[in-house]
């Protein structure tokens, strides 16, 4: 059964956050929002920030969930990454922009794919 837009995007979410704990990643907020836009994920990985973009589709019909990430979303993200920076009082050793792409079939089990350091 299609999942509402709205369903996909918070169970890819989820499976990214469990994903990212899963390889040692402690989350650090889900879906923080300012006057620039949203950052799905924030967590860290030892001493680096990860700011992770999670695209999640039931198919490819439209094009992988990766292509999803464009370079006017790659810009968007850095922004929104010093934004989250600047309401912080700690210091980070390393930065980096993961994108995770989950595609969540009608049937069978979802695909993911993460790629680190994209931008």
């Not at 309401?87 to 680190?116: N, S, W, Y």
Request: proline share 3%; with cysteine; hydrophobic share 45%.
């Amino acid at each position: 059964m299609p999942l509402e837009r709205a369903e996909l995007g918070r169970y890819g979410e989820d499976l990214a956050a469990a994903h990212l704990e899963a390889t040692g990643c402690r989350i650090l907020a889900r879906n923080w929002r300012c006057r620039l836009g949203e950052l799905d994920l924030v967590a860290l990985e030892g001493q680096c920030l990860v700011v992770c973009e999670v695209k999640t589709r039931q198919s490819i019909t439209a094009g992988d969930p990766l292509e999803a990430v464009t370079a006017v979303k790659a810009r968007r993200l850095r922004r929104l990454t010093g934004a989250w920076l600047a309401t912080q009082d700690r210091f980070f050793a390393d930065v980096r922009i993961d994108v995770v792409g989950i595609v969540c079939p009608e049937t069978g089990p979802a695909r993911m794919v993460h790629l680190k350091g994209v931008f």
